[in-house]
């Protein structure tokens, strides 16, 4: 059954049914946030990827690449709880202004009885002090959320509102492993996976790229899926492995610039 929706979205995403009529736009200014790894095993990998982010967004000015790593030597500016919380209300700042934004968060977050914490350098941040951070807002453009790290349908769940769109990855059951996601969701920004060739990879392409690279790992290790993406389009809070129609038409204007 699941590789039966599966099918039935791609071609969805496909189809021209699915196309948005608003030009699809890319990110005028980026943040990613990469906070304190889960083990210190990670920490190399996370650096690289801090590193590697630039090269996501070709054209995009210097200074309008903002990278944070959770630890002081890892040659970027500290991730810390001060700078999740300007990073966020400048985004929503600039997204309600007009301008395209996009906040990609990397690292590990754990469960709580109330919710879950981002791990960052200090005193984590939990999602509710991140969603109250990004405020509301039904003006402007959305706010784009990549989420690559644990507890991603609470991410969803807490900063799911009108005007923001999020892609996420996370564990589906009570657990606080690394999302497979994690270990190569930069290698899905790939023009093979820009299934309509118009040179952007759309959250919806990266989501169908996603969900089959995760479901290919799982299934040659032989083991039970535990693991999910998930898009938001729409702002509405909710987030499947089969986005709607309206979650589709939110992940189809937004990508990134290949």
Request: hydrophobic share 40%.
């Amino acid at each position: 059954m699941s590789k039966l929706i599966f099918t039935a979205f791609v071609f969805f995403l496909l189809s021209g049914w699915a196309v948005a009529q608003k030009e699809i736009g890319t990110p005028e200014e980026v943040w990613v946030f990469c906070g304190v790894p889960g083990n210190p095993a990670q920490e190399g990998i996370k650096v690289g990827q801090c590193v590697l982010a630039s090269s996501l967004f070709p054209g995009l000015p210097p200074d309008k690449l903002h990278v944070f790593y959770g630890k002081k030597d890892g040659g970027f500016p500290l991730c810390d709880r001060s700078a999740i919380e300007k990073g966020l209300k400048t985004a929503s700042a600039s997204a309600k202004s007009g301008k395209r934004v996009l906040c990609v968060f990397l690292g590990h977050a754990n469960r709580t009885p109330k919710g879950a914490n981002y791990n960052v350098a200090g005193s984590d941040c939990t999602f509710s002090e991140m969603a109250g951070w990004l405020g509301a807002s039904t003006s402007g453009e959305p706010v784009n959320l990549l989420w690559v790290a644990e507890a991603g349908e609470l991410f969803v769940k807490a900063m799911g509102r009108a005007n923001v769109r999020i892609l996420a990855s996370g564990e589906t059951e009570n657990t606080d492993n690394d999302p497979v996601l994690s270990e190569f969701w930069m290698e899905l920004v790939t023009k093979s996976n820009d299934k309509n060739r118009d040179g952007i990879l759309s959250f919806s392409e990266f989501l169908s790229a996603a969900q089959s690279r995760v479901r290919d790992y799982y299934k040659k290790r032989r083991m039970i899926q535990m693991e999910k993406c998930v898009l938001d389009g729409d702002g509405d809070g909710k987030a499947t492995m089969a986005p709607s129609y309206e979650d589709l038409q939110g992940g189809n204007v937004f990508g990134f610039k290949l």
